[in-house]
């Protein structure tokens, strides 16, 4: 009984010490060197395959992302994106440019849809809403938010001296 017992706890021992060894090998944690951007990315369950990623939500949602529509226009050169699929009802899409300040997320959302009212107009007539998310001096985020067929679209960009409401507003006109 006490073999037993004590091959149970070392065989235990052993394999959440691999299975822990292999996790920190595959993420690097414990390295002197920063996880690059892409690492942060893959870690946090994102992909640089958007194209897949957005027909995976397709077949999810069953709707046609070609109707909910993809911006067109980003305010800023695009260097990376990354997208996944967040709770089975969202598609998460980030871009980036090549300046740190240079990022952009456009969510689609086809459940639990906020309650908010429209209060500004596009050119194109579009009624949005758009508000600042966590005012404060180092790191507001300006969001606009449009409601159409039961799908909401979610663009957020950081706020600073490159990126204002109007660049928000172009992007949110570009959707087709």
């Given at each position: 009984m006490k073999k037993t017992f004590f091959?149970?706890?070392?065989?235990?021992?052993?394999f959440t010490t691999s299975a822990s060894i292999s996790v920190a090998q595959k993420y690097d944690f414990d390295s002197k060197e920063p996880m690059s951007v892409d690492e942060v990315y893959?870690?946090?369950?994102?992909?640089?395959?958007?194209?897949?990623?957005?027909?995976?939500?397709?077949?999810?949602?069953?709707?046609d992302i070609s109707i909910i529509s993809i911006p067109q226009k980003i305010p800023f050169e695009v260097t990376k994106?990354?997208?996944k699929i967040e709770k089975e009802s969202n598609l998460s899409i980030h871009y980036l440019g090549e300046d740190r300040k240079d990022i952009f997320q456009y969510?689609?959302?086809?459940?639990n849809l906020r309650d908010v009212e429209n209060n500004n107009k596009l050119s194109n007539g579009k009624e949005v809403f758009i508000d600042t998310v966590k005012p404060n001096k180092i790191h507001s985020i300006l969001e606009l938010v449009y409601k159409h067929q039961d799908i909401e679209y979610i663009m957020s960009i950081k706020?600073?001296?490159?990126?204002?409401?109007?660049?928000?507003?172009?992007?949110?006109?570009?959707?087709?």
């Open positions: 091959l149970m706890i070392v065989t235990f021992i052993l893959q870690v946090k369950g994102y992909t640089k395959n958007v194209d897949k990623v957005i027909n995976e939500f397709e077949k999810k949602i069953d709707k994106r990354f997208a969510t689609v959302n086809t459940e706020i600073n001296e490159k990126y204002t409401k109007e660049n928000l507003m172009e992007t949110a006109e570009s959707l087709k």
